[in-house]
């Protein structure tokens, strides 16, 4: 017979959930892209954070964080999509509240834009193909900078 040791197999805190387990960071995903707002969600949920909702393009991401301003934490934003790209949608949130936490999504040879995007008042970028750490790395930096 084997003792059984009550020590949890992982026992660090997900990185999604707030300090003093106040419950999870909430996320609004903006991204044409159904894989990548797939993959970005999995990255996240898998850490704890909630993804309140989704848009698939900027002109309804600019009117979901409206509709939700006072629950998202931070929104990933996609920076070429239809309808509106992610720099006029960037633009309109910040002009709507200027204290949103904004992270730009590229590809890579967008370094002029994301430039343009930091300088107008983006905390961060990350740049696809997705690197789990990396998106949690920087999401993480810029929540903890509240």
């Known amino acids: 017979m084997v003792a059984k040791l009550d020590i949890p197999i992982n026992s660090k805190a997900p990185l999604g959930v707030r300090p ?12 044409d892209s159904m894989f990548i707002a797939k993959q970005l969600g999995q990255i996240l949920t898998s850490e704890g954070f909630e993804v ?7 002109a309804e991401g600019v009117e979901k964080y409206k ?7 931070i929104v990933t934003m996609d920076i070429t999509m239809p309808v509106m790209d992610g720099v006029s949608a960037l633009e309109k949130i910040l002009e ?7 992270i730009m999504v590229s590809a890579l040879g967008k370094e002029d834009v994301v430039k343009k995007c930091l300088m107008l008042g983006a905390k961060s970028y990350i740049v696809k193909p997705l690197d789990r750490q990396k998106v949690l790395d920087r999401i993480v930096s810029i929540l903890s900078k509240e």
């Open 96 to 102: 709507f509240d200027k204290e949103a936490k904004i």
């Open 52 to 58: 309140i909702d989704t848009a698939p393009n900027g």
């Open 20 to 31: 003093g387990g106040e419950g999870p960071y909430k996320v609004l995903i903006v991204d």
């Open 67 to 73: 509709a939700r301003s006072k629950e998202v934490d």
